[in-house]
């Protein structure tokens, strides 16, 4: 079994949970969300990007 260095992120925007994504860090988690969120032209907009927010999702997985 190979072994991943991601971690599960939950993703926000305005203190809501949208999702949780795999990733290595906080940033490439909120770019994988966006670009599953079909906001990919977005992913270069700093001020869009900066309402979006990440942190370790608890015990690994993030329930609402």
């Known amino acids: 079994m ?3 260095d991601d971690i599960i992120y939950a993703i926000y925007k ?3 949970h ?10 490439e988690a ?5 670009i599953a ?3 990919k032209d977005a992913i270069h907009d700093k001020d869009f990007v ?7 999702a608890e015990e690994g997985i993030h329930y609402l």
């Open 2 to 4: 190979i072994q991943s």
């Open 14 to 16: 305005n203190r809501t």
């Open 18 to 27: 949208l999702g949780n994504e795999k990733a290595k860090n906080k940033d």
């Open 30 to 34: 909120i770019q994988k969300y966006l």
């Open 37 to 39: 969120a079909s906001y």
């Open 50 to 56: 900066s309402l979006y927010t990440a942190k370790t």
